[in-house]
């Protein structure tokens, strides 16, 4: 029955008999308060679907509320592209552009409302952004737990001089603990992973595993087909160890899917870790059990090091590992983000001296790099903070070969089994936004720019590199769409064919097959002895195959009779 597997999710968090027991009647109570018949149906992905990743004010418009005018964006130019909209925190904020939340249930007034959010939904699935882990100190809920109201005496962790931090991960250098006040003078110390304004939540506390399962199911009741679990890995805290990836917080995952699994099935959730490889998969449980899809994110950077050094071998030997772990449960595929790019997910797969050959590009194009602490008191490398395409620019490109690059990097992303993810400052070409660095020593800035609607729209028309991007990923994503060879839970593989061609092979049921080609490097290459249709040109291929540099090709292969 339901109610017995959240039972046994719920002994499987709480190990302490009191709290178990406190846990199941809480969420014997809550369920007792959940209807099916509140939930909107939601269809299964295929290889239509594509996400944009985007702020609810990415774009502006003289007075206009945000999501209104990111409407008017969709529907003139990603109606025929975009499936899914990933909405970044949308919900009133205090600092991190969104990420540090005050209200989980309200909609940041600059952007509009629940009724602007409604009407995105009409026509877009829509992905909204759970920041799970922590919230801000500026919060109602914070400032009960300082006041010590009754069912938040425990809603935060507070420092205890016998748990042993001293093998704790973290991608910030900042603090572990802070101290706050109350009105009457009082303090108390507390942890926060990320800085000060953003307090973690004790998921310890089943009143906050209920609160926080509240707020997921009530985003699932208000349309979200994708609820992404920001920083999901960090949520469960444990003497002695690094507090990441906890088992309880699997179960909590679980517990989570076997809920949206009841309520709204096919909606998805996508977990959020930026960490190496064999840690970020481990997300999908067995398969059908914890997060239905999970950020590919060796992805970014191993891209971008193939177009870098001219030399696809990593990206291949690394994608030859990559299948969908089942029919329910595939990968996230982005290159971009409103977040850096992260080298944690490439250790082992690259050295560091290729780590470091990224590093000096970011910082030659003018990016910046963030670092974080490590358990022996030492920094690292944590991310790379650049626009993605002034990452793989080099001085002498002209911007129609910038863009053929930029175009390039994306045929990868959209052929690799998953869904593809874009985000905004990609889809529409632009460049990153080094004054607002400057002017807020905030390194992430740099590839956050809210822009101008009008100035896009003319842009659109006047400028090549925009113009170029725009038309190439949008053209990629269109002739994907009818082709289920690219079904997100389909089989691939990866062919050998040098260092400077990464192709991959797509499978359908019919028994025909999509090679995707891509030249990453600098120089023309031909690949002989092949027929089949070229679908983005839609010219029959014979014996040779030629791309130009940073050229791509998508080669049909009708089924044998």
Request: charged fraction near 25%; include cysteine; proline fraction near 4%.
């Amino acid at each position: 029955m339901f109610a017995d597997k959240i039972e046994t999710h719920l002994r499987q968090i709480y190990q302490d008999d009191t709290q178990y027991r406190q846990a199941t009647q809480i969420f014997s109570d809550l369920l007792k308060s959940e209807h099916l018949a509140d939930f909107r149906p939601v269809m299964p992905l295929s290889q239509k679907s594509a996400y944009l990743i985007t702020y609810g004010d990415a774009f502006t418009e003289r007075h206009e509320r945000g999501l209104s005018v990111l409407k008017q964006v969709i529907d003139q130019y990603l109606s025929e592209t975009i499936t899914d909209v990933h909405l970044l925190p949308m919900f009133p904020y205090s600092s991190d552009d969104g990420f540090s939340v005050t209200d989980y249930m309200a909609i940041n007034p600059d952007l509009g409302d629940w009724q602007d959010v409604y009407a995105l939904r009409q026509s877009k699935r829509l992905m909204f952004d759970f920041v799970a882990n922590h919230m801000s100190a500026k919060s109602l809920w914070f400032k009960r737990f300082m006041n010590h109201d009754a069912g938040f005496e425990k809603a935060y962790i507070e420092f205890d001089p016998t748990f042993d931090t001293s093998k704790v991960i973290r991608p910030r250098v900042s603090p572990l603990f802070h101290t706050y006040q109350n009105d009457r003078g009082e303090t108390k110390t507390v942890w926060t992973t990320f800085s000060e304004d953003q307090v973690d939540i004790n998921f310890g506390d089943p009143l906050m595993l209920a609160r926080q399962t509240k707020v997921l199911l009530e985003y699932a009741k208000r349309g979200a087909a994708s609820i992404r679990l920001d920083a999901i890995g960090f949520i469960w805290k444990e003497s002695g160890t690094t507090c990441m990836h906890r088992p309880e917080t699997h179960e909590i995952v679980r517990l989570w899917r076997t809920l949206l699994d009841h309520f709204a099935p096919n909606t998805q959730i996508i977990t959020e870790t930026n960490v190496p490889n064999k840690e970020n998969i481990s997300y999908f449980g067995q398969g059908d059990d914890e997060a239905h899809q999970v950020y590919q994110f060796p992805l970014p950077p191993l891209v971008l090091y193939s177009f870098i050094s001219g030399d696809a071998d990593h990206l291949q030997e690394w994608a030859k590992t990559v299948q969908a772990p089942s029919s329910k449960a595939t990968f996230f595929n982005f290159l971009a983000s409103h977040d850096g790019i992260g080298l944690r997910p490439v250790e082992g797969i690259l050295s560091a001296d290729e780590k470091q050959r990224i590093i000096d590009r970011v910082l030659t194009n003018h990016g910046q790099v963030s670092y974080k602490d490590n358990p022996d008191g030492t920094k690292s490398v944590y991310e790379l903070n650049i626009n993605y395409g002034d990452a793989l620019r080099i001085s002498t490109d002209t911007d129609a070969e910038a863009a053929d690059k930029m175009i390039a990097a994306h045929n990868i992303l959209v052929s690799m089994v998953g869904v593809p993810a874009i985000y905004y400052h990609s889809m529409f070409g632009s460049k990153g936004d080094l004054k607002a660095v400057k002017e807020t020593g905030m390194n992430r800035r740099i590839n956050r720019e809210r822009v101008d609607y009008n100035r896009l729209k003319n842009e659109l028309r006047t400028d090549q590199y925009r113009q170029k991007v725009y038309a190439g990923i949008s053209h990629l994503l269109k002739v994907r769409q009818k082709n289920i060879a690219f079904n997100p839970f389909g089989k691939q593989e990866v062919l050998e064919l040098g260092k400077q061609i990464f192709a991959v092979k797509r499978f359908s049921d019919d028994g025909s097959a999509i090679i995707s080609f891509t030249n990453v490097s600098s120089q023309p290459a031909t690949i002989h002895n092949i027929e089949g249709r070229e679908l983005l040109s839609e010219k029959l291929v014979r014996n040779d195959l030629r791309l130009k540099p940073y050229g791509i090709a998508w080669l049909k292969m009708e089924a044998s009779k």
